[in-house]
């Protein structure tokens, strides 16, 4: 009974659905880079979206290799992946704030104005600080 | 050519295309930082298509190289960032 069954079949169907998702996921969050209106609009797009397409193809390598030292390779690339792209998002993000990259027009602000407010003015008094000097 | 080989090669060919879309933004981006998220999307696409490479060859080395470029990614990220930071303040 279990002789009959095609392993290596089974493997590449389960890597090439994995893949396809993963490029199909790769593939929206790129069109979302090219057509978004705002940076920190294009930036969630791709940091989302470009992470889960990058897990979704690398596990499907995984599946279809099969061997352990495969996995902990790919599970290595998994886990710094998405450890490290919320960080370099975070602070790209925060570099962007601080130097005053617009927002879009339509963006609701209300609640987030303090906060810019006070991180201009943050600024602000650094660039005067390093005029005294 | 089996449907395996089929769907490898449209995948790589997808993530061309995803290349070239993003050196569109790169060259078009209006600010610095639109640039560094480019280049962060544009180490993922080649990570990527290391990964699918590596499966379509069948030779498992090619895989290392995607773990230095994840690493080296977020270091150049994180160090174009903080550039940035410290250059107009």
């Given at each position: 009974m279990l002789e009959d069954i095609n392993f290596l079949l089974i493997r590449e169907i389960i890597s090439s659905v994995l893949i396809i998702i993963g490029v199909m996921f790769m593939l929206i969050s790129t069109i979302g880079l090219l057509r978004f209106p705002d940076f920190y609009i294009r930036m969630s797009a791709i940091t989302k979206g470009a992470t889960l397409g990058l897990g979704l193809i690398l596990s499907g390598m995984g599946i279809y290799f099969n061997e352990p030292d495969m996995f902990l390779k790919v599970v290595l690339i998994i886990g710094f992946t998405f450890l490290t792209s919320p960080v370099a998002a975070h602070v790209i993000g925060r570099t962007a704030v601080r130097n005053k990259i617009p927002f879009w027009d339509?963006?609701?602000l209300d609640e987030f104005k303090d906060y810019l407010h006070k991180e201009h003015n943050v600024h602000r008094d650094h660039e005067r600080d390093n005029k005294q000097v | 050519m089996s449907f395996f080989s089929f769907t490898l090669i449209f995948a790589m060919a997808a993530l061309s295309l995803c290349l070239i879309m993003t050196g569109i933004r790169f060259a078009i981006g209006p600010s610095l930082p639109d640039r560094i998220t480019a280049f962060d999307l544009f180490v993922a696409n080649v990570i990527g298509i290391v990964a699918i490479y590596t499966e379509l060859t069948?030779?498992?080395?090619?895989i290392d190289v995607a773990i230095i470029l994840s690493l080296f990614g977020f270091l150049g990220s994180i160090s174009f960032a903080y550039y940035l930071m410290k250059s107009t303040r």
């Open positions: 339509r963006t609701n | 069948g030779n498992e080395d090619f």
